[in-house]
T-cell receptor, first 111, second 114 residues
Framework: GENVEQHPSTLSVQEGDSAVIKCTYSDSASNYFPWYKQELGKGPQLIID?????GEKKDQRIAVTLNKTAKHFSLHITETQPEDSAVYFCAASGNNNDMRFGAGTRLTVKP | EPEVTQTPSHQVTQMGQEVILRCVPI?????FYWYRQILGQKVEFLVS????????KSEIFDDQFSVERPDGSNFTLKIRSTKLEDSAMYFCASSSRLLYNEQFFGPGTRLTVL
C-alpha cells in the first residue's frame, strides 16, 4: 500500500519568512496529493491540492509542487503570518479512495 | 458554505461498551469516509463507503468496527466493544462524485475509553 513520509516534523520560522514542507510517496499509482491544515481541536482543512498531471499549483501565498518521477511533493508558504501556525499534513491517494497521510509538520510562525 | 458535522464532540465510555459516532456529510456528496487520529499521531484511514457499501477499508478496520448509512443524511461508525487503544479523534469526511478525491473533513469526535 501507499506510504507517505513527511519532513520536517517541526518547523519554526519568523513572520514574513517562507516555509517549505516536503513529502514523499511510494505508490506510483497515486494521482491526487492534498495538503491539510489542522488547528488545535479542529478537523483537517483542505488548503491546496495537486493532481498528477500538474507540476505546480499556486493559490496566493501557498504553492505546491509535484515531481512524479522522484515521487515527492512540497508545500511552500511565503510571507508567513502567525495565523499560519498549525499542523500541516500531506496526503496521497489513487483511484481507490484510500487516502494515506504523512505524519504532520507542526509549523510555528514567530511574530 | 456546506460542511460536514459530527456528533457528539466528545464521547466517554467504559472499556467493552459499544459506541456509535455520527456524521452528517455534505448533502450532495456520495463518498463517505472515517479516519482516526490518536493523540499526537498522523491521521489514519479507516474506511470508505459508497453506494451503501464499503469500498475500501484499512487493516485497522477489523470486525469490531462497522459503518452504516441508516437514512439519507447520517453516516455512522460503530465500535462494538471498545478497547483502551480505541481512544482517539475520529473524523468523518465526504466527497462528491465528480471530484471524489477532494475530501472535506468534519470537526471530529474525541472518543475516550476508560
Amino acid at each position: 500500500g501507499e506510504n507517505v513520509e513527511q519532513h520536517p516534523s517541526t518547523l519554526s520560522v519568523q513572520e514574513g519568512d517562507s516555509a517549505v514542507i516536503k513529502c514523499t510517496y511510494s505508490d506510483s499509482a497515486s494521482n491526487y496529493f492534498p495538503w491539510y491544515k489542522q488547528e488545535l481541536g479542529k478537523g483537517p482543512q483542505l488548503i491546496i491540492d495537486i493532481r498528477s498531471n500538474v507540476g505546480e499549483k499556486k493559490d496566493q501565498r501557498i504553492a505546491v509542487t509535484l515531481n512524479k518521477t522522484a515521487k515527492h511533493f512540497s508545500l511552500h508558504i511565503t510571507e508567513t503570518q502567525p495565523e499560519d501556525s498549525a499542523v500541516y499534513f500531506c496526503a496521497a491517494s489513487g483511484n481507490n479512495n484510500d487516502m494515506r497521510f504523512g505524519a504532520g509538520t507542526r509549523l510555528t510562525v514567530k511574530p | 458554505e456546506p460542511e460536514v458535522t459530527q456528533t457528539p464532540s466528545h464521547q466517554v465510555t467504559q472499556m467493552g461498551q459499544e459506541v456509535i459516532l455520527r456524521c452528517v456529510p455534505i448533502s450532495n456528496h456520495l463518498y463517505f469516509y472515517w479516519y482516526r487520529q490518536i493523540l499526537g499521531q498522523k491521521v489514519e484511514f479507516l474506511v470508505s463507503f459508497y453506494n451503501n457499501e464499503i469500498s475500501e477499508k484499512s487493516e485497522i478496520f477489523d470486525d469490531q468496527f462497522s459503518v452504516e448509512r441508516p437514512d439519507g443524511s447520517n453516516f455512522t461508525l460503530k465500535i462494538r466493544s471498545t478497547k483502551l487503544e480505541d481512544s482517539a479523534m475520529y473524523f468523518c469526511a465526504s466527497s462528491s462524485r465528480l471530484l471524489y478525491n477532494e475530501q472535506f473533513f468534519g470537526p471530529g469526535t474525541r472518543l475516550t475509553v476508560l
